[in-house]
């Protein structure tokens, strides 16, 4: 059956490093990614990734305003956070070669400098995963503005931040029902109020593309 789910120098001294305990981290150094599902005796865990195989990762963008520009950066700054390779993306021109097709889901904004002040929830975004064993369908992802009463500096601020946030769910960081980080300063944060992945981030996507997936995509 198909689903669809939505070191610091003193001058002119000697540094030296005095031994202490260690300070116990004030959060945990990645946040949980993977959905389980529990049905009876059984347990399913649902954990994808993009396999070596399917690289780069084919991402078609709505050619309108600057859809393509908030994509290859996003793109972008995913594959920053992987030592190795594991993931790589790029942008094609035929929506029917991708793997990943990022749409306006309404009205398209206007592609203007963002603004630099402070958050404005003023857009947001979905992924869609269509899937049994493997996925049967590229993954979608949409992009809309909600406040209209925000600048368009304000919502392209926001669509930085967002497309970067969908395409972690496209990577597979919570799939897939949406699974988010608890913790503000991490890019998949529900609200995110940062526009790039934190360490934490890139800890939970390195982990992420080092662990077995459950679903993978098709041949």
Same mark, same amino acid.
């Given at each position: 059956?198909?689903?669809?789910?939505?070191? &610091?120098? &003193?001058?002119?001294?000697?540094? #030296?490093? &005095?031994?202490?305990?260690?300070? @116990?981290?004030?959060?945990?150094? @990645?946040?949980?990614?993977?959905?389980?599902? @529990?049905?009876?005796?059984?347990?399913?865990?649902?954990?994808?990734?993009?396999? =070596?195989?399917?690289?780069?990762?084919?991402?078609?963008?709505?050619?309108?305003?600057?859809?393509?520009?908030?994509?290859?950066?996003? #793109?972008?700054?995913?594959?920053?956070?992987?030592?190795?390779?594991?993931?790589?993306?790029?942008? #094609?021109?035929?929506? !029917? %070669?991708?793997?990943? @097709?990022?749409?306006?889901?309404? %009205?398209?904004?206007?592609?203007?400098?963002?603004?630099? !002040?402070? =958050?404005?929830? &003023?857009?947001?975004?979905?992924?869609?995963?269509?899937?049994?064993?493997?996925?049967?369908?590229? #993954?979608?992802?949409?992009?809309?503005?909600?406040? %209209?009463?925000?600048?368009?500096?304000?919502?392209?601020?926001?669509?930085?931040?967002?497309?970067?946030?969908?395409?972690?769910?496209?990577?597979?960081? !919570?799939?897939?029902?949406?699974?988010? %980080?608890?913790?503000?300063?991490?890019?998949?944060?529900?609200? =995110?109020?940062?526009?790039?992945?934190?360490?934490?981030?890139?800890?939970?996507?390195?982990?992420?593309?080092?662990?077995? =997936?459950?679903?993978?995509?098709?041949?």
């Amino acid at each position: 059956m198909n689903l669809r789910l939505a070191v &610091a120098l &003193a001058a002119g001294g000697l540094g #030296v490093a &005095a031994c202490t305990d260690p300070t @116990i981290p004030g959060r945990p150094g @990645i946040y949980s990614f993977a959905d389980t599902v @529990i049905i009876g005796p059984d347990t399913t865990v649902y954990l994808f990734h993009w396999p =070596p195989s399917r690289l780069p990762v084919r991402f078609w963008a709505d050619p309108r305003s600057n859809m393509r520009f908030l994509v290859g950066r996003g #793109v972008a700054a995913w594959e920053d956070q992987v030592l190795y390779g594991e993931f790589r993306g790029a942008l #094609v021109g035929d929506s !029917g %070669s991708a793997d990943v @097709i990022v749409r306006w889901s309404d %009205s398209v904004p206007p592609d203007v400098p963002p603004d630099t !002040g402070a =958050p404005v929830f &003023a857009c947001g975004g979905v992924t869609t995963f269509t899937f049994d064993s493997a996925l049967t369908e590229p #993954v979608r992802v949409s992009l809309s503005v909600f406040n %209209s009463g925000a600048t368009a500096g304000q919502v392209q601020a926001c669509m930085r931040r967002v497309a970067t946030h969908e395409l972690g769910h496209a990577l597979g960081l !919570g799939f897939p029902s949406g699974r988010h %980080s608890p913790f503000n300063e991490d890019i998949m944060y529900p609200s =995110p109020l940062v526009d790039y992945p934190s360490r934490f981030d890139r800890r939970s996507v390195e982990l992420l593309y080092h662990s077995q =997936p459950t679903v993978g995509p098709p041949p």
